[in-house]
């Protein structure tokens, strides 16, 4: 039993203690120290009343003296029980009995200053594997057998570069590298974590468990645990942790302003209100400190030869073969591929077939391997999955014209590789949810594209496929949005007509500039109707460095419409860096609705942000208040995208301009709306381009100046989307061809205005492409 009465006969205990402990003395008892096997021994000198501590749970305070220091209040140490180890110490205990416990925890005491004595307590409870024994006269009143209690001790977390070899301990980290538990080569789950704090240390922790269950719950990088008695040993100069007796843990969301809420399965656990603030400003932390990916990857947005994690909703289900399993998926978003259909018999495929066949269009096959085989069987239909690690592979069949992708989760764990099911309650799943109701199945069902299921190909052959282009040659490839009253006019027409003038024409694009067509990206200020080049990122690095020689001034922090918090650096700089997050209604919001401003911040730390949050404003400060850098310098980042101003036209107003947007209902921080408040003329992003066209008559150079209606895809981020400019050159491919004659290219429809420019020195006609878009088939 956990409290047991024994009688010393003849000066020694009727009932020995268990070989394995060992005796330590108040020296010994030191943090970071491995009181595993041991006990401590004294004499009971003071006990306090038994009380109930908030959550109900009994608690019984002692203080034992050590024996071989009786006059000495600084060998004494205070005992703390819990549970029903309480309640039974205090019916049995008294004053002047020897009092032995083992099992115990040893914890920092918050009250050595007041009391003098000894600089830890002892913690005591079932829950930790605890048991004392009283040496005593015979007694009447006999201890109870306990239950499973809710223990509330104030546990001490030990950074990670304060670990020591052979120690057992508590800690906090954040999720670097996560493998999901899968099945090792024992009868045991496995989990591998590394973990990081503040102090910039790693550790990795293998994990082990005969109950999935009960291994940490975590779902994603960035995620923030708590693990309560982990051993610590060291293996090649590099400390790592495995479970112990006792092991338990608590998982948190490690997005900043999300609800701090334990993911666990133990049903008793504590929480205090000071690991509250530890979370969040581990959360913090890791928002500038670690690189965590932004969220995973859509079907829409896969490419061949990639690695992504996956959120979706597992629809079926089927064996393929004694190393293999399929599972049918989907996530609401289409892949722009054709993608591989596993074969497999009807019958063997489980699943709701009503809703297999409607969602024919949308789902995608992925194949599982070896480890993962046996948790992909497990797998409920309907369930929400996070699939780590997938693999995109191009692929082609025998006489088959047309690659396709497949979805491979390959065996092995190495990159994270697993399979996690997420609850219902994770906020990714929410999301899913409701944009998985309104998908639109009637329409999915209508897809014709090259993606669809059967992949049988929208041209049965090659021959097929010339004279699809030849037809092309034939039709329009741009689209005439307006003025359909127009009829065509020549351009030897147009080159001998005097300016202004609109004209709707029909010709061929010869040749266009600038080739590389990032190039054709420009900044535009409507006011003045200036353009300016794109800055490169190095500017923006340097204007940043510059800003960080300024500390932060604390005397601008926490106002009535922001929050903020500054930490410095551990590098030689020690640089100081401050977040200042935006409130609404007084409270901080979710990352993806928060607007933060940035001091002292490295562009790779503005860029981390940016993608845990809406919107990054760049500021220093002066005496009095926050401002905006340097023009140069952009003056919003949200997403990819860095929002520039006009030097020129705009007039920067005080940053207390955006409290008056944190204060409307519902704060959408719309660049054009921060622009206003700020006092800047914001800048747009513009395609410019030259066109050469002909049409047998003559040739002339007509301009394309848009912000994204004639590519239908917007200028603001094409530079930094990989598939947008891949999607922009096959645009261009088709528009002209490359290597093609003058008679094989296709038509294009445009509208174009002519307007006259002049200078001192000369008079010249310009043409510009207006209202006219590149067709749907061509995008």
């Not at 009688?7 to 020995?16: A, N, T």
């Not at 009095?624 to 023009?631: A, I, S, T």
């Not at 705009?650 to 622009?675: D, F, H, N, V, Y």
């Amino acid at each position: 039993m956990p409290v047991q009465l024994l009688k010393v006969i003849k000066g020694k205990s009727e009932i020995p203690l268990p070989s394995h402990l060992q005796k330590e003395d108040l020296k010994q008892l030191q943090e970071g120290l491995d009181h595993t096997n041991k006990y401590f021994q004294g004499i009971v000198v003071l006990s306090y009343p038994l009380t109930k501590l908030g959550d109900g749970t009994d608690f019984f305070k002692v203080v034992l003296q050590d024996l071989d220091k009786w006059c000495s209040r600084s060998n004494s140490i205070n005992v703390l029980i819990y549970g029903k180890m309480a309640e039974d110490c205090a019916k049995v205990i008294c004053h002047g009995d020897t009092f032995v416990v083992a099992g115990f925890k040893l914890a920092k005491s918050p009250t050595a200053r007041e009391d003098g004595r000894h600089g830890c307590h002892l913690e005591v409870s079932e829950e930790a594997g605890s048991a004392i024994y009283i040496y005593t006269a015979p007694r009447t009143t006999a201890a109870s057998e306990t239950a499973s209690v809710s223990v509330a001790p104030k546990y001490v977390y030990t950074p990670l570069n304060h670990l020591k070899d052979g120690t057992i301990v508590n800690l906090y980290g954040v999720v670097k590298f996560f493998k999901p538990p899968y099945v090792s080569k024992g009868t045991d789950y496995c989990s591998v974590v590394t973990l990081v704090d503040p102090s910039n240390v790693k550790l990795t922790c293998t994990l082990f468990n005969g109950n999935l269950d009960a291994l940490p719950k975590i779902y994603k990088v960035g995620d923030i645990v708590r693990f309560h008695r982990i051993k610590i040993r060291e293996y090649n100069g590099q400390m790592q942790g495995i479970t112990s007796a006792g092991f338990a843990s608590l998982t948190f969301d490690g997005t900043v302003g999300a609800p701090v809420v334990p993911r666990t399965s133990s049903k008793v656990y504590t929480f205090m209100d000071e690991e509250q603030k530890t979370i969040e400003d581990l959360r913090v932390w890791a928002a500038t400190n670690l690189s965590i990916s932004g969220p995973a990857a859509k079907l829409s947005g896969v490419q061949p030869m990639l690695y992504f994690d996956l959120t979706c909703q597992l629809v079926g289900k089927a064996k393929v073969d004694g190393s293999s399993f399929l599972l049918k998926v989907w996530d609401g978003t289409k892949c722009p591929y054709p993608t591989w259909k596993v074969p497999v018999e009807a019958r063997d495929l489980e699943g709701e077939k009503v809703l297999l066949h409607q969602l024919r269009n949308l789902t995608v096959d992925i194949l599982v391997y070896d480890n993962h085989v046996q948790l992909a069987k497990s797998l409920k239909i309907g369930s929400f999955l996070r699939i780590y690690s997938i693999h995109t592979k191009q692929a082609s069949a025998e006489n088959e014209d047309f690659s396709h992708i497949e979805f491979h989760l390959h065996g092995g764990t190495c990159y994270g590789r697993g399979i996690g099911v997420l609850p219902e309650s994770n906020p990714d799943v929410k999301e899913l949810k409701t944009f998985l109701e309104s998908v639109d199945l009637a329409d999915s069902q209508g897809m014709e594209s090259m993606s669809s299921v059967e992949l049988d190909g929208t041209f049965n052959n090659v021959t097929d496929l010339e004279s699809h282009l030849k037809r092309c040659q034939q039709l329009s490839v741009t689209v005439l949005t307006d003025h359909q009253d127009l009829s065509n006019t020549e351009l030897k027409t147009i080159l001998n007509s005097t300016a202004p003038q609109q004209y709707r024409i029909r010709a061929k694009l010869r040749t266009y500039k600038p080739q590389k067509l990032y190039q054709s990206i420009k900044l535009h200020c409507s006011k003045c109707n200036s353009l300016r080049e794109v800055p490169d990122g190095g500017d923006f690095d340097l204007i940043l460095q510059g800003a960080a020689v300024t500390a932060p001034n604390p005397d601008l922090h926490n106002t009535s419409w922001y929050n903020s918090v500054m930490w410095t650096t551990q590098d030689q700089k020690q640089r100081k860096i401050a977040i200042h997050f935006v409130k609404h209604d007084e409270m901080l919001q979710q990352p993806e609705d928060t607007l933060l401003m940035v001091e002292g911040g490295t562009l790779k730390e503005i860029w981390k942000l940016t993608k845990r949050f809406k919107c990054v404003i760049p500021v220093r400060s002066t005496e009095d208040h926050l401002e905006l850098l340097d023009l140069s310098a952009p003056f919003l980042l949200q997403g990819n995208i860095k929002y520039y101003g006009c030097k020129q036209c705009s007039t920067p107003k005080p940053i207390k301009g955006l409290s008056s947007i944190a204060a409307e209902q519902r704060p959408s921080w719309e660049p054009s709306e921060i622009a206003q408040v700020l006092g800047i003329e914001q800048l747009q992003y513009v395609f410019v381009m030259r066109f050469t066209l002909v049409d047998g008559t003559g040739a002339l150079n007509a301009y394309i100046f848009d912000y994204e209606k004639f590519f239908q895809i917007p200028a603001s981020e094409i530079l930094t989307n990989n598939f947008l400019q891949e999607k922009m050159q096959m645009t261009m491919n088709t528009l002209c061809p490359p290597g093609r004659k003058l008679d094989d290219l296709p038509w294009l429809e445009c509208f174009i205005k002519s307007y006259n420019v002049r200078d001192a020195m000369k008079h010249q006609v310009y043409y510009q492409i207006f209202d006219t878009t590149v067709a749907e088939d061509v995008v």
